[in-house]
């Protein structure tokens, strides 16, 4: 009699291992989904972050391109306005 009784409680025993075993591999993956979730919108906003840093950047030396382009037209186009200038006063 005792020898089915200590049966019957290893055989609960292992079940309640079993279950154990089950209910924290749910709660780790559950863990490591909620991880990875929080990692892929770390990364989204670094991309982000990036992506305007650049926009930024290359848009500023457009800018000064396109300036620089600008002021050397200028500087030509009033070069030869003033030799036009000197050649109707002459």
Avoid: P, W
Avoid at 6 to 34: D, E, P, S, W, Y
Avoid at 35 to 49: D, H, K, N
């Amino acid at each position: 009699m005792v020898c089915v009784q200590a049966r019957r409680a290893l055989r609960a025993l292992k079940g309640l291992v079993k279950l154990q075993a089950l209910v924290r591999g749910h709660n780790v993956r559950k863990q490591a989904k909620m991880t990875l979730r929080c990692m892929q919108a770390l990364v989204r906003v670094q991309a982000r972050v990036l992506d305007q840093r650049m926009r930024l950047s290359h848009e500023g030396s457009r800018e000064s391109a396109f300036s620089d382009t600008n002021s050397v037209f200028e500087s030509r186009y009033l070069q030869e306005i003033s030799e036009r200038k000197s050649m109707v006063l002459c």
